[in-house]
RNA sequence: CGGGGCGUGGCGCAGUCUGGUAGCGCAUCUGUUUUGGGAACAGAGGGUCGUUGGUUCGAAUCCAGCCGCCCCGACCA
């Protein structure tokens, strides 16, 4: 993509409205704009990182089993009435009447239509396990929403929901998305620590937040220094295999939020020099709650005895548009924003120093088509703005390295290859630059 | 929903206390000179001061209502 016929209205200066550093970023790196409290446009560069994301999760939710839908955002309140949350729900959901006065709802989360969307097609145990999810837009009308795409109203989420004949095959699904997730955060470039949360009145021990840690999260989390940097099971695991020990292994050390801590319990288990207590954004959830809708719903299914049963569910949310904030938290300094490999807008920059300039402008594209050619989604900077402009900004928007392409270099044989996140630059042929790009250096 | 704050060219702000018809920086447009860390000079355009009503000879400024946004709290992927 050329700089010239891109859309990205950069902010030199830091508007009064964001507080915290990520929505700030996203602001200035025009990534969003906002529409209203809570309510916002994902410009050309947002768009980019949010289907990066989207795409990760996608592919490690289909490897682990899943199968995608997708629901619609609009709801009929018929299926809330059965379930109770109609009532139950509060405020914060959104509701609408349509021309003939029926009542609707902008759903805040999918329940009830996936659990009437089994109902209507699974008769037998035969048919599970089964797992869908649907990537969708949902609105929940928080009574204060803040921080930018952090704590949204509208925001996108990815929610699988398990269909299970028994609790310990319910158990397997909850695992299997378990390490799921592990693996997809990992992927993001982010170390997201699973922790026991609330069940609730279902009680058990299937339910985790998966919290990345970050000075600005909302809030406080203890836990054990050696389970933050363990390593995710990776993309060999075989999701058909016993995965009980792969989750065990990390459910074994300590750590929880501040509504789940016990100092007591956290002294006594962690050694002190593994403590860890710091701040934490949540950026995944799942749960099993069992037969709450099935039951309520009359999703039941025969048995292998005949027998009806209601099936036993669990649902597993990641935050997605939350991530994107969630990740330049964990990923930022004091110039921008510093991608991921995985999750940056575009792969690599190419930087012409002098537009207009001979040299420069024939050096320049022959890196940007070399590097198309390679596969790769470069952004050439082909403005004319000053040198310093120009790097500010591809600082500022965190495009992971860059090819830096001036006069005085040219005349030497050598380009600048730059690294973002390290800061490193090194003074090298155009070939050379390329060649280390291209194998991923 | 309780408490606090804000609303003035695209962005960031001053002006409001003490009423006299709007200003600064950045950005934008044109031209010239520039060009390895957010260029300089010259010129230009752009605001019925959130909105409605009131007070007044006169309102960005005073008064009242409404709308919107932000912050703290309870709540949350």
Same mark, same amino acid.
Request: glycine content about 8%; charged content about 30%.
């Given at each position: 993509?050329?700089?010239? %016929? ?51 999760? %996608? ?50 989360? !999918? ?60 158990? +397997? ?9 592990? !693996? ?64 065990? +292994? ?101 930087? !012409? ?16 088509? %070399?590097?198309? !050619? ?18 500010? +900004? ?48």
């Amino acid at each position: 993509m050329r700089l010239s %016929r891109f859309f990205l209205p950069v902010l030199k200066e830091t508007p009064s409205d964001a507080q915290i550093v990520s929505h700030q970023l996203m602001l200035r790196a025009g990534m969003i704009k906002q529409n209203g409290a809570g309510i916002y446009s994902w410009l050309p560069l947002g768009l980019r990182v949010l289907r990066k994301i989207e795409k990760i999760v %996608r592919e490690e939710q289909n490897r682990a089993g899943a199968i995608e839908v997708l629901m619609p955002t609009i709801q009929p309140a018929e299926l809330w009435q059965e379930s109770g949350r109609y009532d139950a729900y509060g405020k914060e959901m959104l509701r609408i009447q349509d021309r003939h006065d029926r009542e609707m709802l902008y759903g805040p989360t !999918n329940e009830e239509m996936i659990t009437d969307l089994f109902r209507s097609y699974v008769r037998s145990y035969k048919q599970m396990p089964l797992n869908l999810y649907h990537i969708q837009w949902k609105f929940r009308d928080e009574i204060r929403p803040r921080f930018g795409v952090m704590r949204g109203r509208e925001f996108l989420m990815k929610d699988a929901y398990s269909f299970d004949i028994d609790e310990e095959s319910a158990r +397997k699904s909850y695992y299997k998305m378990f390490c799921a997730y592990l !693996n997809t955060f990992s992927r993001l470039g982010l170390k997201a620590i699973p922790m026991r949360a609330d069940t609730g009145p279902i009680g058990g021990d299937l339910s985790h937040e998966f919290i990345i840690l970050a000075e600005t999260g909302e809030s406080a989390v203890f836990c054990d220094a050696d389970l933050v940097n363990m390593a995710a099971p990776g993309p060999e695991l075989d999701f058909e295999s016993d995965l009980l020990p792969e989750v065990e +292994k990390r459910t074994q050390y300590y750590a929880a939020t501040e509504e789940m801590h016990d100092e007591a319990r956290f002294l006594s288990e962690v050694p002190e020099e593994r403590r860890l207590s710091a701040r934490g954004i949540e950026v995944g959830h799942i749960f099993y709650f069992g037969d709450k809708y099935s039951k309520a719903m009359k999703a039941v299914v025969n048995g292998p005895d005949g027998k009806e049963v209601a099936v036993q569910m669990g649902s597993y949310g990641i935050g997605v548009s939350r991530l994107v904030g969630g990740i330049i938290e964990a990923c930022h300094d004091e110039k921008g924003v510093i991608w991921p490999k995985e999750i940056a807008p575009f792969d690599c920059a190419v930087v !012409n120093l002098r537009a207009g300039d001979d040299d420069c402008d024939a050096a320049c594209e022959q890196a940007y088509e %070399r590097l198309i !050619n390679a596969g790769f989604d470069p952004l050439y900077d082909d403005t004319d703005d000053r040198p310093g402009a120009k790097l500010s +900004k591809l600082e500022l928007i965190g495009i992971p390295s860059a090819i830096v392409i001036g006069p005085r270099g040219l005349k030497n044989g050598v380009v600048e290859l730059r690294n973002r996140k390290t800061g490193a630059t090194e003074e090298i042929s155009l070939d050379a630059a390329l060649n280390k790009l291209t194998a991923g250096v």
